[in-house]
């Protein structure tokens, strides 16, 4: 297996559970973006791109489950790895309580905001596939 962009980073794992998680289950990324997901979505881009990791992050991430009713899923899903890849203290949010999640999230935390998608996703399916 020929090793990642983002293999180095903390949260590996966690980036490699995104990816896998699309393909597997398209359909539950399908979430609602916030104003704020948004505002925390170009804060987290303008941080990571360019960077190796983030491209082919984002293309994998992109090139899968190819359409276009699955935007809003996508980009969820790529927020979540950009919030993965920009902050490097944050993939316990993946496993946490979803309420406390939405807490953080509705208090202004970037990373909370960002991961709260992958939250609802791991708790749904209880697994890092």
């Not at 980036?15 to 997901?37: C, G, H, L, Q, Y």
């Not at 303008?46 to 992109?62: C, H, L, M, P, Q």
């Not at 919030?83 to 406390?100: K, W």
């Not at 996703?121 to 596939?129: P, R, S």
Request: charged share 20%; with cysteine; hydrophobic share 45%.
């Amino acid at each position: 297996m020929a090793q990642t962009a983002w293999a180095h980073l903390p949260n590996a794992k966690h980036i490699d559970w995104v990816i896998a998680s699309i393909k597997v289950n398209p359909e539950k990324w399908d979430t609602v973006r916030t104003a704020e997901w948004k505002s925390a979505w170009y804060t987290a881009f303008d941080i990571v791109s360019g960077k190796e990791a983030w491209n082919e992050a984002w293309y994998t991430i992109w090139g899968t489950t190819w359409d276009p009713s699955r935007d809003n899923g996508r980009n969820a899903a790529c927020g979540s790895t950009a919030g993965l890849i920009t902050y490097d203290d944050c993939a316990y949010m993946i496993e946490s309580d979803i309420d406390e999640i939405k807490i953080l999230a509705k208090l202004g935390d970037q990373k909370a905001i960002l991961l709260l998608p992958a939250c609802i996703v791991f708790n749904e399916t209880k697994a890092l596939v």
